[in-house]
């Protein structure tokens, strides 16, 4: 049973647009969820995260939003640029230091 | 060197071989992890070590054995794979600050791509 959903397997954005990517969650002892983008041959890098104490949390060009009572949370990227092209995971931790990740959102940010 | 290395990159094996895949973090810190991602699956946590100690075992088979000599280096020993092991093998850090510090942010190696025949 997976307990991070993404279930956009691909988003195609144009440049300057806003690219939003979604996750549900089903486990409500979830407390901390976290963004992660992957280029091809690289590890996850850390985008971005958020406290199930907030519903908001931005950094740069990059928010995410947490609504605790549908389980959902999105993260939004506005203007999209070539280079935010990847694939964006989803990771959600009800314990420190477990991760439960989603099966990833391929983002294609076209000119 | 910096971050999380991991080696092989790549790794081929047959399913009587003995092989290892290595992390190295050099980042400081004192937890590491091993997950394995396979075609249109999540990210699945295989094992963690925090403080050298093994706290987490997600029910892996015991052909995957795992090791950690130190804080900085990682090992997961192979031995009669499947052909359905055959996956992306990640590797990541943390400091593990405890209690009620909230997540700790996972630093990912790029993986060891291994096929199995």
Redesign the interface.
Known sequence: D?Q?KQNS?SLSVQEGRISILNCDYTNSMFD?F?W?KKYP??????LI?I?SIKDKNEDGRFTVFLNKSAKHLSLHIVPSQPGDSAVY?C?A?AL?????????TRLQVFP | ETGVTQTPRHLVMGMTNKKSLKCEQHLGHNAMYWYKQSAKKPLELMFVYSLEERVENNSVPSRFSPECPNSSHLFLHLHTLQPEDSALYLCASSQDRGGDAGINEQFFGPGTRLTVL
């Open positions: 997976q991070v397997p901390y976290l992660y041959a690289e590890g996850p890098t850390f995260s406290s995971f990771a931790s420190v230091d477990k991760l439960i990740f989603g099966t990833g």
